[in-house]
């Protein structure tokens, strides 16, 4: 990556640092991920297979955001690993 880029890349990443890991973690990774994933398993297993629609959506809508709470705090700490290293 060019110095530039990662220059840029930083300083976005400095902004949402500022927010917080909870933050983070909720809005990136348990809304954004999680209910996204939850949307789309929840419509191509309705395609796919017979099953009923309403206990799709509730275990997608209770498992996915769990696993986005996990994909969030990976990601958090992952980013910050890479920050850390920058700033050597």
């Known amino acids: 990556m ?3 880029k990662q220059e840029a890349a930083l300083a ?3 902004k949402i640092r500022e927010q917080g890991p909870l933050r983070f ?3 990136r990774g348990m809304l ?4 996204i994933t939850a949307v789309l ?3 191509l297993m ?5 099953r009923e629609f309403l206990p799709l959506l509730t275990a997608a809508l209770i498992g996915f955001p769990i696993g986005g709470l996990v994909w969030g705090g990976a990601m958090w700490f ?3 690993k890479h920050r850390e ?3 050597r």
């Open 2 to 4: 060019s110095d530039a």
């Open 12 to 14: 976005r990443w400095q």
């Open 25 to 27: 973690i909720v809005v």
């Open 32 to 35: 954004g991920w999680g209910l």
């Open 41 to 43: 398993w929840c419509g």
């Open 46 to 50: 309705m395609v796919f297979t017979e």
């Open 78 to 80: 992952m980013a910050e």
């Open 85 to 87: 290293r920058s700033e």
